[in-house]
Structures are given as C-alpha cells and as structure tokens.
C-alpha cells in the first residue's frame, strides 16, 4: 500500500497526539494508558481542523462540548478532559501546524499544577491589583481533578486570558511558564 507523505503525517501526529494525552494523564487520573484511546477517538478534531476560519466563541463551543462529551463518555472529572482536548489540539494546532491559523488565538494550554505553580510565582499576590484577580480566577483549577464544571473550567481559563494580556502572548502561550522555575 502506497500511502502519501501527508497521509503518513497526518496519521504520526494523530498517534503522538493520544500518546502525549495518555502520558498527560499518568499524574493523577483514574483513567490511564490505553483505554484513553477509544475515548480520544471520539474527539471531534476534524470539524475543527478544516473550519475556514474560528472565533473565540465558537471555539469555546467546540470546546465544551468535546470536553462534556470527553469526561461522560470516559467517567472522567472535567478538569481532566479538558486536559486531553488541551493535550491533543496543542499537538494538532500548535505544534504540527494543522488548521486555521486563527486557531492559535484560540486554544487553550493544558492546565496542570506546574502550570498554576508559575502563575503564581509570575503573578504574586503583593504585586499590581490585577494580579489578585488572575489568582483568584486561576485558584480554581489548583487541583485538575477538583475542576468538576466547564463553568469552573471557564474561570480559570479567563485567568489565563488575563495573565497572557499582561505579558502580550496568546492564551496558549501562556504555556511557556510551565514548569518555569523563576
């Protein structure tokens, strides 16, 4: 069988992608390795993928409902699906390239204690006034598996927003603090 070099691309990107998630879920979900696959599956990247161009809120729409249907489907808190629909577009759009660029203004990073942990050391309470405010909103996910509403989601995600405006990235960029040690 022949198959086209961006077929082959398509079909690595797709594998590391659950493969990036699954290992993503190894620090603390009651779901783990393989069985994530059946459920990533369902995951509706395509109609994401090959939309001409994507708004905030209709991503915020794709988003809820790919994370609800994520964590009923796999039994899994929200915080955590959300985590695998973070994982997975971080492979597909931000780092192979797939999609409208619009898309890199809209998606949003993985949320996960180091993550949180850099938001507070860059945003620390004694500092400007809208520093309480980003830490007030990004509390709310300090623990993943304590994320059980895509409402609670949504407040930190709106943290982040706010973080990311103070320091003039996008809302995924944000993901450079991670792990970030100062």
């Known amino acids: 069988m022949n198959v086209d070099s961006s077929e082959s691309r398509r079909i690595i990107v797709e594998r590391f992608a659950f493969w990036a998630a699954m290992s993503a879920a190894k620090q603390g979900c009651d779901l783990r390795g393989r069985k994530w696959y ?3 599956d369902r995951v509706d990247l ?11 809120s209709s991503f915020r729409e794709w988003h809820e409902r790919e994370v609800l249907k994520l964590a009923f489907g796999a039994g899994v808190p929200i ?11 971080k492979v597909h759009i931000y780092i192979a390239g797939r999609g409208d660029a619009s898309l890199l203004t809209v998606i949003h990073p993985p949320i996960d204690n180091n993550l949180m942990a850099a938001i507070r050391r860059r945003f620390p309470l004694n500092g400007p006034r809208k520093h309480a405010r980003i830490r007030e909103l990004c509390e709310r996910g300090k623990t993943i598996s304590g994320i059980t509403t895509y409402a609670q989601y949504s407040e ?4 982040l927003v706010l973080a990311s405006e103070c320091l003039g990235w996008t809302l995924f960029e944000i ?3 991670w792990n970030e040690q100062s």
Not at 46 to 56: D, G, K, N
Not at 80 to 86: E, G, H, I, L, Q
């Open 156 to 159: 930190v995600i709106e943290g």
């Open 38 to 40: 059946e459920h990533l």
């Open 46 to 56: 395509a109609s994401l993928i090959t939309a001409a161009s994507v708004t905030r």
């Open 79 to 89: 915080g955590w699906a959300a985590k695998m629909v973070n994982m997975l577009t």
């Open 175 to 177: 993901e450079r603090l």
